[in-house]
């Protein structure tokens, strides 16, 4: 292993936290989008969760309906947090910002990946609101600090997944305008081509298999499998691991060659 | 000892079936403060962005501070500093987080990080809005930390668009004064494209005018001023004389809107 590779290594590494940083930094002076955020969540279980679960419809097995679903939306606030991500890259390519960071030395993967990473953690507040209301309508979570370490980087991995996809997606459509549209386009067919509110087992076979193409699919199990207790994965944690880093690490190197293209 | 920092050869960029900037070539000499004037459309911007990196050419080649913008970039964004026409600060930062941030991307020493921060703000005159949000900043300030921003790894050549677009007269010189000063103490080459003839008049050593994506006209003020022939001739006949009295056609909508953007946000 030359000492160059290592070099480009940790400078990639250190980059990509850099980026990370001055992005939550920003946070820092801002806090009232933290809070916005929270009502979704609570709008999903406790109006049509609640109302879903006593009509008795959803066959979840062995796990009450707002258990199965808690886990579901998690997964789904986290994407709706992430999926606008993108609208952020374009406003610092309309002012200068994006040229200012590609005319300086930092690898494009590297700042891709750290405004991505940001949007991760950036959405552990939605983890806090979701496990808040949840143990208020008396869903049986799992405390084990092993559950909750799964449970922590899933919600990271899953964001930054869905952030880059939205950053790939600004560097094609570019305006805001069109990227509200395609955003919109896209989050209820992920949303709904996945296990997140209902199983796939009640689903017709070319949805079922949609939903195994959807990495929204594998986030939800692995959400599942880690925060309930008692609750069995469909795919094994490993399987879905792989899916979450195999796709983002597909989206960084797409969103590392397109995103030079703001700079134009 | 004349040495050329920025080396131009034949550059030229196409877009589609129009060509913004055909076969230029000139050369920018260490120390000095390079003026790109032309109408809108003249091919300037584009220049630019291909010496910084951010377009490639579609045919030609350009050294800056030795290195290729074609097969070097990384080194080629190493030497250069770049000042965006548009806002390049972020307003949801203080003053010295913008700095920090671009410390640590250039790989400044830890050590010499703080340092080289307090010096850039002392230079710009910001050491007491350091803490502030850049939001808050007024239009000069801003343009003012942008230099800072952009200086902060003391680059070989700073290229800058339009460096004093919507600032009001005051706010125009005090950025002067920090340009020339980048020179005097670093030997900063200064590589810019501006709108304001006073300002090419009274600063830039050499000044090239681009017409159509050409080099219309290239040497000192005095030399322009003999080229148009016998009598006295102000600046703004020369530019009219090369880069023609017609209406401009170029600029694009984004690039017009840019521009009217960052006269509202610094003005």
Request: net charge neutral; hydrophobic share 45%.
């Amino acid at each position: 292993m030359s000492s160059t590779f290592i070099h480009t290594l940790t400078s990639f590494v250190f980059k990509t936290f850099v980026i990370t940083e001055f992005e939550l930094r920003k946070l820092r002076h801002d806090f009232t989008e933290l809070i916005t955020r929270a009502l979704q969540p609570a709008l999903w279980l406790l109006i049509f969760g609640q109302v879903f679960a006593r009509s008795g419809m959803m066959h979840t097995g062995n796990i009450p309906y707002l258990d199965f679903i808690a886990p579901g939306i998690l997964a789904q606030s986290v994407l709706f947090v992430a999926i606008f991500y993108g609208i952020n890259v374009i406003w610092e390519r309309d002012l200068g910002i994006v040229q200012k960071f590609l005319v300086s030395p930092t690898p494009r993967s590297a700042l891709v990946l750290g405004k991505g990473f940001s949007a991760g953690i950036r959405t552990l507040s939605q983890l806090v609101v979701v496990y808040g209301l949840s143990m208020l309508l008396g869903v049986k979570l799992n405390w084990s600090p092993l559950a909750l370490v799964n449970v922590l980087a899933i919600v990271i991995l899953a964001a930054t997944l869905f952030s880059t996809f939205s950053l790939v997606i600004a560097c094609i459509v570019k305006t805001r305008e069109r990227f509200m549209g395609v955003g919109q386009v896209l989050t209820m067919p992920l949303f709904f081509a996945s296990n997140a509110i209902y199983p796939t087992t009640i689903m017709p076979a070319w949805l079922k298999v949609i939903s195994h193409l959807n990495p929204l699919t594998y986030v939800v199990d692995a959400l599942r499998t880690s925060m309930l207790a008692g609750s069995a994965s469909s795919f094994g944690l490993g399987l879905d691991y792989a899916v979450i880093l195999v796709t983002t690490v597909i989206l960084v190197l797409i969103g590392a060659r397109l995103y030079p293209q703001l700079g134009v | 000892m004349i040495s050329p920092v920025v080396e131009i050869e034949s550059l030229t960029r196409r877009f589609g079936a129009f060509t913004a900037v055909d076969s230029l070539t000139l050369v920018a000499n260490a120390g000095e403060v390079f003026g790109l004037l032309g109408s809108n459309g003249a091919g300037k911007s584009t220049t630019i962005k291909m010496l910084t990196t951010l377009l490639p050419p579609s045919s030609g080649e350009a050294r800056v501070g030795g290195f290729s913008i074609t097969t070097q970039p990384v080194e080629v964004r190493r030497a250069i500093g770049y000042v965006p026409q548009a806002v390049s600060v972020d307003g949801s930062l203080t003053g010295y987080e913008n700095l920090l941030i671009f410390a640590k991307l250039y790989d400044i020493p830890h050590r010499e990080q703080e340092e080289r921060i307090r010096e850039q703000l002392e230079f710009v005159g910001l050491t007491a809005d350091a803490g502030r949000l850049v939001g808050q900043y007024s239009g000069g300030m801003v343009r003012r930390l942008e230099i800072a921003q952009a200086t902060l790894h003391r680059p070989r050549v700073l290229f800058l668009d339009e460096p004093t677009v919507g600032l009001d007269p005051i706010a125009r010189d005090a950025v002067w004064k920090h340009l020339v000063d980048l020179r005097t103490n670093y030997g900063t080459t200064l590589f810019l494209t501006t709108h304001y003839l006073e300002d090419a008049e009274s600063h830039c050593d050499r000044i090239a005018i681009m017409h159509m994506g050409k080099l219309a006209a290239l040497g000192t003020l005095k030399e322009l001023k003999a080229s148009l022939g016998a009598g006295s001739h102000t600046l703004d006949e020369v530019f009219v004389h090369y880069a023609g009295t017609t209406l401009d056609s170029g600029g694009s909508f984004r690039d017009v809107s840019a521009e009217r953007t960052t006269e509202q946000r610094l003005g």
